[in-house]
């Protein structure tokens, strides 16, 4: 995901069309940049394996589970802070259960499914 900032001021002085030309070309280049990602990312895997010997391993549950400590530290402490912050993270967790409960269920699963049939590993 790419990122565009701007002075707040400078930004409400742009005119609506203005704010909208700006506002699609960020999505335009984002979704160039999400699509050479993904196009490129599976030939360079390759290539560093067959060229560089690189073995892929999976973390194991407990990488994964500190990685879940360390991470809910980190929340509690954002919580802390304001309950602005508090409000925040509760509409995050909200939206990603939600997003991960569809996720599950569509593109996770039609995935796994596509790449059984067509013998993609």
Do not use: C, P
Request: glycine share 6%.
């Amino acid at each position: 995901m790419l990122a565009l900032g701007m002075n707040k001021s400078w930004w409400e002085g742009l005119s609506n069309s203005d704010q909208l030309i700006i506002k699609a070309a960020a999505h335009q280049e984002n979704d160039v940049m999400m699509s050479e990602y993904n196009a490129k990312n599976g030939f360079y895997l390759e290539k560093l394996i067959r060229e560089q010997g690189v073995q892929l391993r999976r973390f194991n549950n407990d990488v994964y589970d500190a990685f879940g400590e360390a991470a809910e530290e980190v929340f509690v402490e954002a919580r802390a802070h304001s309950n602005l912050a508090e409000r925040i993270h509760a509409s995050f967790v909200k939206t990603r259960q939600e997003v991960g409960s569809w996720m599950n269920i569509s593109d996770q699963e039609y995935l796994s499914q596509r790449n059984r049939v067509l013998g993609v590993s």
